[in-house]
């Protein structure tokens, strides 16, 4: 066998070993049901929801969320967040590290193609609030390896019922879709949602 199909084969011994443990994978525990009108804190959800604007390159990560008990009627400022196999982390929260879009003077650009086309801030900027934030690679620019990727509370007050959507074309040309939800109440919490892996 010639090396890169070694490494395909590792790669796929290695993601099939992750699915079956649960981790992140389709045989993981049971994602929560999605609620429009209420969260596992019981908090009642009126806020903006923002529309998911689907899938864009290859992968593609959209974010969009709902919020309730925010002093602002637009909402908290949640921001999406992707971490390339370079290392780079494309994100709308300015950190150390990080490629930022969409600004320009940011450099919207990850060397490798990635780039983020809105940031929505909820009542503390641009933006009414749930969204939505998307992360892409240029069909056939993004590299080979594994995608981190998460969300983080910038700012803002409430609590906040959150969908991530990771998109993709199979082998046979086909999107795939993976969707994680759940719920975050306090600002400056950043989690990781899951990874994906590149072929």
């Not at 709902?66 to 921001?79: K, T």
């Amino acid at each position: 066998m010639t090396q890169g199909k070694w490494l395909k084969l590792a790669m796929l011994i290695l993601l099939v070993g992750i699915m079956l443990t649960g981790y992140g994978g389709m045989c993981g525990p049971k994602k929560p049901k999605s609620d429009s009108s209420s969260g596992s804190s019981g908090a009642s959800y009126n806020g903006n929801t923002g529309s998911d604007p689907g899938a864009i390159g290859n992968p593609s990560f959209s974010l969009v969320w709902n919020f309730s008990g925010s002093s602002s009627p637009e909402g908290p400022d949640i921001d999406i967040w992707v971490r390339c196999p370079n290392g780079h982390k494309l994100s709308t929260s300015p950190q150390s590290g990080t490629y930022y879009g969409p600004y320009s003077s940011y450099g919207v650009v990850e060397s490798e193609g990635g780039q983020i086309d809105y940031d929505d801030m909820g009542g503390w900027g641009q933006g009414d609030g749930g969204g939505a934030e998307r992360a892409y690679w240029p069909t056939g620019q993004a590299p080979l390896g594994t995608y981190t990727y998460g969300l983080r509370y910038y700012g803002g007050d409430g609590t906040v019922l959150y969908t991530m959507r990771v998109r993709y074309l199979s082998d046979t040309g086909n999107i795939v879709t993976l969707v994680k939800m759940g719920e975050l109440t306090s600002k400056g919490s950043e989690i990781t949602l899951g990874t994906y892996i590149k072929f």
